[in-house]
């Protein structure tokens, strides 16, 4: 299932590209178009729900896979477990494309609260 209209959604069909960096069956990740750290990736699930809660209700298998790429692209890149996850959930929190993703950073100190 995808939404023709999602940005996210036309990365992972090929018609805009990207900077992939790896994938399992369930999900994609590649890299953010304005970087925050020297690591910045995107992982984003295979099918289009909008956020990554209701993507853990309606595809769970689909949310663990986002989660474990996550972790896998951390390392591949170099920094280890030493990686912050941000997750967006609505445009009140900086939500932008409403198709679940997550942002892994890494590579740099980083500060709490973060934003």
Not at 35 to 42: F, G, K, W
Not at 75 to 100: K, P, T, W
Request: glycine share 8%.
């Amino acid at each position: 299932m995808t939404d023709p209209s999602c940005l996210f959604c036309r990365i992972l069909a090929g018609a805009i590209p990207s900077e992939q960096v790896g994938q399992n069956d369930l999900a994609v990740a590649f890299r953010d178009l304005d970087p925050q750290a020297p690591t910045h990736v995107l992982v984003i699930p295979k099918v289009h729900v909008a956020t990554l809660p209701e993507l853990a209700a309606s595809h769970a298998e689909a949310a663990v896979a986002v989660l474990t790429l996550a972790r896998q692209v951390a390392i591949e890149d170099g920094v280890g477990d030493a990686y912050r996850l941000v997750c967006n959930n609505g445009s009140e929190v900086g939500q932008s494309v409403f198709h679940a993703h997550m942002h892994v950073l890494g590579g740099r100190a980083m500060t709490w609260p973060p934003g």
